[in-house]
């Protein structure tokens, strides 16, 4: 494989399979038949194609449900059930252990599907499986993945990542959590902040410090897989929310939580390497989720607009309503190729994971696609309300519903702000980050 240039590589990984449909809306958006990275997909045809009509049948059987919780703002507690019923729990978790074995653009696919049933439904599976799952994979021990990833995939744990503190929110480095040794065990005390299924969670990733040693080195952050079910662990739901009332937010309190010393992720120290590079699968399951909310915006205008009429003909023939139709089509389009070209890098980093050049292009492009996706979903939603008039500004309606929560997906995962200066630094030089 050669180097791969600066920005682009010329060499296209995946094939395109424009299978989107506005009508009927099949599964959507990009075939990610990998036919050129190092490793061959885990999945076969097959396996993918049944791992797809899994995802399309969960996605069918949630809607109704999702829409009469959304409506009665209460939490959907079949997601977990159905995801269970349909194997999708563990999607990227490899059939050794149980799951589907989907690599990095496979589970992408996935999740744009996903998507389009809202961003909170989406939300849980970023927070069970990209960045719950996904670090135990990468990082655990052979012990630590023999423990928790079969349980991962069968539901038996649901997964959460605690990195974010009431005082360390865009620099986690603030964080205040801190760990200490005592005898066969970690025992850790913090608060943890705005956690997705942090009040569901069986397990969850913990970031902290050790406790501060007078006159010794510089501390450096450790990651964890902490049981909730223990006496110092304590959660709480968070409500008062904007949007993603069906899916769950929480903050945790540890009070003196014990830890197993085999459930340290890495070696001690790494735990901010391991956040950061978790943070590029999360980011990519957040703009994926988008792309599935602005096709999903997309076909419900194109619905909508040509059963609504006024001024004696249809909406959609009236110029101005076919300016956000097509508004929303571009951000389809553009989302699309920036993400299947993520998804590709992505999934060729993970194939070769000491090749330092393919990690550098795989954060770039999530923090963009992330950023680019995230700002598209937001305006197709905004358009999608427009476009429905008064029905619009009502969660009876799809479009009202991703305008209130696709709005947390500027601000979770690095803000808009933080991956502007991710990108600019990468265009300018290490020596312009202006978050130093
Ligand atoms: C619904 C929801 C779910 C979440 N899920 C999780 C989860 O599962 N796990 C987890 O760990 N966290 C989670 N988060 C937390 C989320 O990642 C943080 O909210 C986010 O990183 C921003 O941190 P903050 O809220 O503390 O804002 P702050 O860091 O206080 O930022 C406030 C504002 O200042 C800007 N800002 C900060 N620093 C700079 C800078 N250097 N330059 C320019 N602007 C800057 C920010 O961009 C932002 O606009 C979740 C948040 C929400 C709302």
């Known amino acids: 494989m050669a180097e791969p240039s600066r920005f682009v590589n010329a060499e296209p990984l995946l094939s395109f399979d424009r299978s989107f449909s506005y009508n009927n809306m099949p599964f959507a958006g990009f075939a990610l038949a990998v036919h050129s990275v190092a490793e061959p997909a885990i999945m076969n045809a097959n396996q993918a194609a049944q791992l797809y009509a899994d995802v399309e049948a969960f996605c069918q059987e949630i809607r109704p449900i999702e829409e009469l919780c959304y409506v009665e703002h209460r939490f959907n507690d079949q997601v977990i059930p159905l995801a269970k019923r349909y194997g999708l729990l563990g999607m990227i978790v490899p059939e050794s252990f149980g799951g589907r074995g989907a690599n990095a653009a496979e589970y992408l696919r996935a999740l744009v599907r996903i998507g389009r049933e809202g961003t909170g439904v989406r939300t849980f599976f970023s927070g069970h499986v990209s960045?719950?799952?996904?670090?135990?994979?990468?990082?655990?021990?052979?012990?630590?993945?023999?423990?928790?990833?079969?349980?991962?995939?069968?539901?038996?744990?649901?997964?959460?990542?605690?990195?974010?503190?009431?005082?360390?929110?865009?620099?986690?480095?603030?964080?205040?959590?801190?760990?200490?040794?005592?005898?066969?065990?970690?025992?850790?005390?913090?608060?943890?902040?705005?956690?997705?299924?942090?009040?569901?969670?069986?397990?969850?990733?913990?970031?902290?410090?050790?406790?501060?040693?007078?006159?010794?080195?510089?501390?450096?952050?450790?990651?964890?897989?902490?049981?909730?079910?223990?006496?110092?662990?304590?959660?709480?739901?968070?409500?008062?929310?904007?949007?993603?009332?069906?899916?769950?937010?929480?903050?945790?309190?540890?009070?003196?939580?014990?830890?197993?010393?085999?459930?340290?992720?890495?070696?001690?120290?790494?735990g901010f390497r391991i956040a950061m590079g978790t943070l590029v699968s999360g980011r990519l399951s957040v703009a994926a989720g988008c792309l599935g909310v602005i096709e999903d915006c997309l076909a419900e205008v194109i619905q909508y607009s040509k059963e609504r009429q006024q001024h004696g003909k249809a909406i959609a023939r009236h110029q101005l309503v076919q300016e956000h139709i097509a508004a929303i089509e571009m951000h389809r389009v553009a989302s699309e190729a920036l993400l299947e070209r993520a998804a590709q890098v992505k999934t060729q980093a993970d194939a070769e994971p000491t090749h330092r050049e393919w990690q550098r292009q795989a954060d770039l492009l999530a923090a963009q696609a992330k950023f680019f996706i995230t700002n598209a979903a937001w305006d197709s939603a905004d358009r999608a309300v427009q476009v429905f008039g008064g029905r619009g500004w009502s969660t009876l309606y799809r479009p009202g519903r991703h305008l209130m929560d696709v709005r947390v997906c500027r601000i979770y995962e690095g803000t808009d702000e933080i991956l502007k200066l991710k990108i600019a630094a990468a265009v300018l030089g290490k020596e312009y980050e202006a978050f130093k």
């Open 131 to 270: 960045i719950g799952t996904y670090p135990i994979l990468k990082w655990g021990s052979p012990e630590l993945q023999a423990r928790y990833l079969p349980a991962a995939v069968t539901g038996e744990k649901i997964f959460a990542f605690g990195l974010t503190e009431p005082e360390a929110g865009s620099n986690p480095l603030e964080m205040t959590t801190t760990y200490r040794r005592v005898g066969d065990r970690f025992v850790l005390n913090g608060v943890k902040y705005l956690i997705s299924n942090g009040g569901i969670a069986d397990a969850v990733v913990v970031f902290a410090y050790p406790e501060e040693v007078p006159s010794g080195p510089p501390r450096r952050i450790s990651a964890f897989v902490v049981d909730t079910h223990q006496k110092g662990f304590v959660a709480e739901n968070l409500v008062a929310k904007m949007g993603m009332p069906t899916s769950n937010t929480a903050m945790f309190a540890l009070e003196n939580a014990e830890v197993p010393l085999g459930n340290l992720l890495g070696e001690e120290g790494d």
